[in-house]
């Protein structure tokens, strides 16, 4: 019969997983952590698949797990695996969706937003200057401001991983400007956490409702402080849904044409 691959470590990848199992669709799921792991149901339709693959180990993936289509539900910033993916169903001819998480509506601007199109634009600029920063990009693009340091007063929020925190203290951050939560944030812990630090300027990317932007946006207006919000990369997909309902049909035409 073959199977789908879901490409998983996401919330969003969560409620498509439940939505392919309840359907009765055999179904690998891959993540790159086992805290990822925990997010998926256990059902005899879905197998879990902890560990990074590499673009070249793809194919034989494919193969060994007899993939019928691939059903891409990576967080909108892991561009990688993306294009490996897509590279990878192309290959071997086999179907491939991309399942986007929702833009925020009106998100363009706002009350002090300013938006850039890159981490690295933003670094090219002297916005960042003089300022009490929180960053909530991410660990591993902390790297990219090793040199910022003794320009501005650096905080990260970063998940509570032991690579997380490796990669921040490598990348010049003492413990005092680490704080390591796992989401989701209220809003009322948002604005205590950037009250308590008297930040001046947030850095966040355009994650959508998921992944806490709105919440930042609404922080960030009630506390008068500027929000700095980095686009979404600019990846053209095969396909592409935000509709859990469509990510279902696209299975059904899977097996049906298989």
């Not at 969706?97 to 933003?122: D, K, M, N, Q, T």
């Not at 980095?230 to 396909?239: G, H, K, M, T």
Request: net charge positive; aromatic share 8%.
């Amino acid at each position: 019969m073959g199977r789908l691959w879901l490409i998983g470590g996401t919330q969003e990848s969560r409620q498509i997983a439940v939505a392919i199992a309840a359907a009765q669709f055999p179904c690998t799921v891959t993540v790159t952590t086992e805290a990822a792991r925990s997010l998926y149901p256990s059902s005899p339709w879905l197998r879990v698949r902890v560990g990074i693959l590499k673009s070249g180990d793809l194919d034989d993936f494919l193969q060994q797990q007899e993939i019928v289509s691939a059903i891409d539900a990576s967080h909108p910033y892991a561009t990688n695996i993306s294009q490996s993916a897509i590279a990878a169903a192309a290959a071997r001819k086999i179907p491939y969706l991309r399942y986007e998480r929702p833009r925020l509506e009106g998100s363009r601007g706002g009350h002090r937003v300013l938006e850039f199109a890159s981490i690295a634009e933003l670094l090219e600029s002297n916005t960042l200057d003089g300022r009490r920063v929180l960053l909530t990009v991410g660990a591993k693009s902390l790297p990219l401001f090793c040199n910022y340091h003794d320009r501005a007063t650096l905080f990260a929020r970063i998940l509570p991983a032991l690579d997380s925190l490796r990669i921040a203290a490598e990348a010049g951050f003492s413990p005092q400007r680490i704080i390591a939560i796992r989401p989701p944030i209220s809003s009322e812990l948002e604005r205590a956490l950037w009250k308590q630090w008297q930040i001046s300027l947030v850095v966040t990317k355009a994650s959508g409702r998921a992944g806490g932007e709105e919440i930042k946006r609404k922080v960030a207006a009630q506390l008068k402080i500027p929000l700095i919000v980095i686009a979404r990369p600019d990846l053209v997909y095969p396909q592409q849904t935000s509709e859990v309902e469509e990510v279902l049909n696209f299975c059904r035409q899977s097996f049906l044409f298989a």
